[in-house]
Each structure stands twice: as C-alpha cells, then as structure tokens.
C-alpha cells in the first residue's frame, strides 16, 4: 500500500555544496543542496538560490561562482552558511573556512573543500521564488591525496573524501555508506526468463 502527500518538494540524497559568489577580497558562502549536473559537453550544472537570499543578486552581479563540495569534517560550519546571509556578515570570517584563488573565475575556491567547480554563469531563469542558474564549469579542482590515481578524477577515495549527505525532507546530515556494485555493469546479470 501506498499514501499521497500531493506536490511535495522532496528528493533525496543531496550533496551539501557550499556555493561561492565574489572575489578574493569580498566573497559570500551559501548552503545548496539543490544542484544537479546538467549537460556534458560543455559541461554545466544548475542550482536552485532563492530569490530573498543576499547570493541570488550577487551571482547575477558577478556572473560566475564556485560550487565547493562540503565534507562531514566541516558540518556545522556548512550549515551555518545556511541559515544566515551574508547581508549580514561575512561568512568567511565567522566560519573560518579559507578562500583560494580560482583558475579561470574570479569567485574564489573553498580550500577545505576537497572537490571545487569553477563555473561560469551562461544562463538564469525565475521559476516561482527561485532563481534557477546555469553555470558552465570551467575548471576543477581535487585534493591530490585523495586520488588513487593522480591522473585520473574517476579515482577519488570517497571514504576518505566523506562528502556531508543532505536528506531533504527528513531534514537530516548523513554520511556515504559502503560500496555495493558497479554502475553500468550490475545491470549485465540480470538475466530474463
Ligand atoms: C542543508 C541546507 C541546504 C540548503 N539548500 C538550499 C538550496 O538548495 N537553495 C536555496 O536557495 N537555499 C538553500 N538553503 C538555504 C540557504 O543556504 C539560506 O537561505 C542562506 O542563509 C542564504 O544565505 P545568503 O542570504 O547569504 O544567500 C539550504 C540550507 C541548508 C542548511
């Protein structure tokens, strides 16, 4: 058996990525869970910001961001950039999270981040009180130590990494569990008839 809620906004798990709008002097951290890669080739991801929030206008006005994957290691400090804004204070200093240079962008990285997405902003709409923005990665960067591989990206240890699990809705922080196959490959034992 099965209940009906009606249209609920609720979809889960979700990385916690701290997005990042500014530059090296003066820069905003924001908590967003709603982020999905959109395309390949270019590559770009979207994300969900609110219209009353202080970073919607900043990234209009910046027209780039970084998205910084958050890690257990720095929960409380994600959250908080999640329930304050940055017209209020400056989030950097408060947290203590450290900014980096960028590549290609003038939105600064998130060194305790392991994984960071340069993007630039190529396009935005308004759906509702939400600002919908694509941004078109231009630059990735990953902490060596935690590749298996130096050359390649697909060899992230994601014990090691630990990326902060945001389960919408159940309103919890959670962390990956084990392995439990191949994508792209488990698919091959099914077997019919
Ligand atoms: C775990 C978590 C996930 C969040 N995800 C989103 C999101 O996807 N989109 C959004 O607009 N706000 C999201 N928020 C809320 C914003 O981070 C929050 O409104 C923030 O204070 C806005 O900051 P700003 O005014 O500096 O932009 C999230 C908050 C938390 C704690």
Same mark, same amino acid.
């Given at each position: 058996m099965k209940t009906t809620f009606g249209p609920q906004k609720i979809m889960f798990p979700c990385p916690t990525t701290l997005v990042v709008t500014g530059s090296m002097e003066k820069a905003n951290i924001v908590t967003i869970a709603w982020v999905s890669l959109l395309t390949s080739k270019p590559p770009t991801l979207g994300i969900s910001v609110g219209?009353?929030?202080?970073?919607g206008e900043e990234i209009k006005a910046n027209k780039d961001f970084t998205v910084n994957i958050a890690t257990v290691s720095i929960m409380t400090e994600a959250d908080f950039c999640g329930i304050r804004s940055g017209r209020d204070l400056d989030k950097f200093a408060e947290t203590g999270l450290t900014k980096m240079p960028s590549k290609v962008v003038r939105s600064p990285i998130i060194k305790e981040c392991p994984l960071n997405l340069e993007c630039k902003l190529v396009d935005w709409r308004i759906i509702g009180r939400t600002n919908h923005f694509v941004g078109e990665i231009v630059e990735t960067h990953v902490?060596?130590?935690?590749?298996?591989?130096?050359?390649? @990206?697909?060899? @992230?240890?994601i014990r090691a990494f630990d990326p902060l699990i945001y389960i919408g809705g159940v309103r919890e922080y959670r962390r990956v569990g084990e392995k439990v196959g191949d994508p792209y490959k488990i698919g091959n034992e099914l077997k019919k008839g």
């Open positions: 219209t009353r929030g202080f970073s902490d060596t130590n935690l590749l298996e591989d130096a050359d390649n @990206i697909g060899s @992230i240890d």
